[in-house]
């Protein structure tokens, strides 16, 4: 069993390169189905969430292959449009598929991806976009019988801007016949990334980034070479690490524009960042202040992702700070393992208050989902003695190789794969 070894108290120096973006790459892989040919994708990092993509690819008949840290996808060889039950559960987010595989198909079956640890996993508003553009859905028993032989365009307003309903609907509007007009949609730079790798393969798709996408349907598809945007949620727990830790670091490619809220709450609570082209500087001398209410949003508002590992910053700081998390029902999973650790947090509903102690401890804690066990990470680098943190396979979804790249920072962390 792999396991995270992390002695805290070094102070963190030095550059880490940003890794691409898990949020941008997973429907950046559903829509290579759209093209038809042969998809380069630069920066592509390494996680369990793309290893679930890349069978969920080759099941459907896709040719999949690593160069490098590239990944080369080649759809022409699709031959399927079924994902069983088993390779549906192995990620949340593989819902995505529907929309580009009706696109291409004009058919799909997949079961509903179901809860997660985060609480319930609705895609009641993927379902009605769909719906509306034409498609036959029966989801009876648990499995989604969907059939569209013909997609028409649109306008779909969105009852609220759901990151993952926005992006199947622009997969699914790029088979539609038409003008397809999302109102009301998630506003995510990962958006943006996605209509930038569709519009690279020969696709119309304007506005990403508003609250208006427009999709110009049925344009013949082709394969492109496309660079992922970097992980801005990696680099909020980057930045988060150097906050608890104290000292000074470089994230390489981190986008600034891109961690606006985050970096805000950083430099109210004492940290100094600087950035340009190149990165994200961070420097955190004394001991952080207490800062105002957080309260997650959709963007650009605070990243409810970027919760848990502010809150593991904060554990030692001076004075009280509230969190109110507004997206997720079930996101202070990781609050009893910070707690483990000598954190002082008590949760009320929505609300969390994080009371600054003096001291942190290394103890023995588990993850509980992906941000979650990032953010116990975050904890043990400013804890006295050694935090060892199992069930690590949750950051493994997410994170690359978050012990390198923390140890590249100079922190005192290994992963052992043996049971201790
Ligand atoms: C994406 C991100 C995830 C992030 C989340 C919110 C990916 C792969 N994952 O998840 O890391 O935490 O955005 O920023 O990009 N909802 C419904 N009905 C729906 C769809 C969503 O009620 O059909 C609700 C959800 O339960 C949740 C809220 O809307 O409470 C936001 O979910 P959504 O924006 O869809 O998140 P995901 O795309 O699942």
């Known amino acids: 069993m792999s396991q995270l070894l992390i002695r805290g108290g070094s102070r963190l120096a030095g550059e880490v390169k940003i890794q691409g973006a898990k949020n941008s790459v997973l429907p950046i892989l559903a829509a290579t189905l759209l093209t038809g040919g042969q998809v380069e994708l630069r920066g592509c990092p390494r996680l369990r969430d793309v290893d679930a993509s890349i069978r969920i690819l080759r099941a459907l008949g896709c040719g999949v292959r690593w160069e490098g840290d590239s990944l080369l996808v080649d759809t022409t060889g699709l031959n399927g449009c079924t994902i069983s039950d088993i390779l549906m559960r192995e990620m949340r987010s593989s819902a995505i598929f529907l929309g580009a595989i009706l696109a291409r198909c004009g058919q799909a079956e997949l079961s509903y991806p179901g809860g997660c640890e985060l609480g319930p996993r609705p895609i009641d508003l993927h379902l009605a976009g769909l719906r509306d553009l034409g498609a036959e859905i029966d989801?009876?028993?648990?499995?989604?019988?969907?059939?569209?032989?013909?997609?028409?365009?649109?306008?779909?307003?969105?009852?609220?801007?759901?990151?993952?309903?926005?992006?199947?609907?622009?997969?699914?509007?790029?088979?539609?016949?038409?003008?397809?007009?999302?109102?009301?949609?998630a506003r995510e730079p990962e958006i943006v990334d996605l209509q930038n790798f569709l519009n690279a393969c020969g696709a119309r798709v304007s506005g990403a980034g508003s609250t208006v996408v427009m999709v110009e349907g049925k344009r013949p598809l082709h394969g492109c070479t496309y660079q992922v945007m970097p992980d801005r949620i990696a680099a909020a727990t980057y930045l988060c690490a150097a906050a608890s830790a104290g000292g000074s670091i470089f994230l390489r490619d981190a986008r600034e524009q891109h961690l606006a809220t985050v970096t805000a709450v950083l430099r109210e609570a004492g940290c100094t960042i600087t950035a340009d082209s190149a990165g994200i500087a961070c420097a955190c001398r004394d001991r952080l202040r207490?800062?105002?209410p957080v309260r997650t949003a959709p963007y650009p508002g605070f990243p409810t992702d970027a919760q848990a590992v502010l809150m593991a910053a904060l554990l030692r700081s001076r004075g009280a700070t509230v969190f109110e998390e507004?997206?997720?029902?079930?996101?202070?999973?990781h609050v009893d393992e910070l707690t483990r650790m000598g954190g002082s947090i008590r949760v009320s509903g929505r609300v969390a208050v994080v009371t600054g102690v003096d001291q942190l401890y290394g103890a023995a804690v588990r993850c509980t989902d992906l941000r979650g066990g990032a953010a116990l990470c975050v904890a043990a680098l400013a804890a006295e003695g050694e935090t060892r943190v199992s069930e690590i396979g949750h950051i493994d979804r997410g994170y690359e190789d978050i012990a390198r790249d923390l140890r590249t920072l100079g922190a005192d962390m290994i992963r052992t794969e043996t049971e201790i």
């Open 139 to 185: 989801d009876a028993g648990g499995t989604l019988h969907c059939k569209a032989p013909r997609l028409r365009g649109r306008e779909l307003v969105l009852s609220l801007p759901s990151v993952g309903a926005t992006e199947n609907l622009m997969l699914a509007a790029c088979g539609a016949e038409g003008t397809t007009v999302i109102s009301n949609a």
């Open 290 to 292: 207490a800062v105002r």
């Open 326 to 333: 507004n997206i997720f029902e079930n996101r202070y999973r």
